[in-house]
């Protein structure tokens, strides 16, 4: 509907009060509800978005901030023993709705990829205890030493966990297995955070919401790196910058109306629009049985190949229309010939009601 670009050191919270305006006075909405993950609406962008009547968030709650609920009772774990779900209620958030979610898919993850980083991260320290210890003659000084730390520490960012001793010709470690147990406690839990009502919305549909910001994520790669290449950009003047993000946009919105039409011939899920509505919030996603088939089989009932949007692109590509000259005819008359669709073809044809 709309496309905005602000210049490159534009942090992304600057661009929300701009597009809540545009919002209600371009396109006139009423009520708005924002949706942003939490590097996007931040506190300082709700205390902003609490001027504008009628406007609306759905977000999520940094970890801190979860610790917090946790410390002062508001959330209690054992919420979880039997539902992986649950509308609390904390004084610090009086006027917003919070649904705490547990996933424990999510937490086996987390606490598999703490682990490695915490592995990988001892790994790099152990090597610096070792150099220090070997270095009798000439000992690293504390510098040096922290120097060394900080690149290990910094490249894994788990160096919470490690209380490390530094001195001129000394260094040892060792992890904060209380910080490290603290944490893992939280692992598989998330907190939605909003102010719109339960006569609104659900706090299943709450949650729902907010994990479409995975549909725009995938928007964003599309653009950036799978499809349309919106980088690099090597214009240097502002509106050939404009006008390369607008025809982008354009392509994306094309591309977005294809697939949707051309869904019954590639690897998508069809079903998936009407699943996202009535599947459960908290639980990772499932592949519908139709889309099971198309992997499966891969073949559509019609007999067609299934293909992914590329090698379909690549595929009506070969359709052709070959300029003639009868070469015999002084007039040289010509005519155009087009070759005959195969039947993929003409399936695709008839789907974009071409």
């Known amino acids: 509907m709309a496309v905005e670009v602000y210049p490159g050191n534009t942090g992304d919270p600057s661009t929300v009060p701009d597009q809540v305006e545009k919002l209600r006075k371009r396109f006139g909405l009423d009520h708005v509800v924002l949706v942003g993950d939490r590097g996007m609406l931040t506190q300082t962008q709700i205390d902003t978005l609490k001027e504008y009547p009628g406007l609306g968030w759905i977000s999520a709650l940094r970890s801190r901030a979860i610790r917090t609920l946790v410390n002062g009772g508001s959330l209690q774990l054992s919420l979880f023993d039997e539902r992986d779900l649950a509308e609390i209620h904390a004084p610090e958030f009086s006027d917003e709705r919070l649904v705490?979610?547990?996933?424990?898919?999510?937490?086996?993850?987390?606490?598999e990829k703490r682990e490695k980083?915490?592995?990988?991260?001892?790994?790099?320290l152990e090597r610096i205890a070792r150099e220090v210890a070997r270095r009798t003659k000439t000992p690293l000084d504390k510098a040096e030493i922290g120097k060394k730390v900080g690149k290990v520490v910094n490249r894994y960012k788990v160096g919470k966990h490690f209380a490390?001793?530094?001195?001129?010709?000394?260094?040892?470690?060792?992890?904060?297995?209380?910080?490290?147990r603290?944490?893992?406690?939280?692992?598989?839990?998330?907190?939605?955070?909003?102010?719109?009502s339960s006569e609104r919305i659900s706090a299943e549909d709450t949650v729902r919401n907010y994990k479409r910001l995975e549909q725009v994520e995938r928007a964003i790669?599309?653009?950036?790196?799978?499809?349309?290449?919106?980088?690099?950009?090597?214009?240097?003047?502002?509106?050939?910058?404009?006008?390369?993000i607008f025809l982008?946009?354009?392509?994306?919105?094309?591309?977005?109306?294809?697939r949707k039409a051309l869904a019954p011939l590639l690897f998508?899920?069809?079903?998936?629009?009407?699943?996202?509505?009535?599947?459960?919030?908290?639980?990772?996603?499932?592949?519908?049985?139709?889309?099971?088939?198309?992997?499966?089989?891969?073949?559509?009932?019609?007999?067609?190949?299934?293909?992914?949007?590329?090698?379909?692109?690549?595929?009506?590509?070969?359709?052709?229309?070959?300029r003639c000259r009868i070469t015999s005819d002084p007039t040289g008359l010509t005519f155009y010939q087009f070759s005959e669709p195969t039947p993929l073809q003409r399936h695709a044809f008839r789907l974009l009601g071409l």
């Open 100 to 111: 705490a979610c547990y996933n424990p898919l999510l937490a086996g993850q987390r606490r």
């Open 117 to 124: 980083l915490l592995a990988a991260t001892e790994k790099g």
């Open 164 to 180: 490390v001793m530094i001195a001129d010709g000394a260094f040892s470690f060792s992890r904060k297995q209380e910080a490290i």
């Open 182 to 196: 603290r944490e893992s406690e939280l692992d598989g839990i998330y907190v939605i955070r909003t102010s719109e």
């Open 221 to 244: 790669r599309c653009l950036k790196g799978i499809d349309l290449l919106v980088r690099p950009i090597h214009h240097r003047t502002e509106d050939h910058v404009r006008a390369h």
């Open 248 to 258: 982008c946009m354009l392509a994306y919105y094309v591309e977005y109306h294809m």
């Open 268 to 322: 998508e899920d069809t079903e998936l629009d009407e699943q996202r509505i009535r599947r459960d919030p908290v639980k990772p996603a499932q592949p519908s049985p139709g889309a099971k088939r198309k992997k499966t089989a891969r073949l559509t009932p019609e007999g067609l190949a299934i293909h992914s949007f590329q090698t379909l692109l690549a595929e009506l590509a070969t359709r052709s229309r070959n």
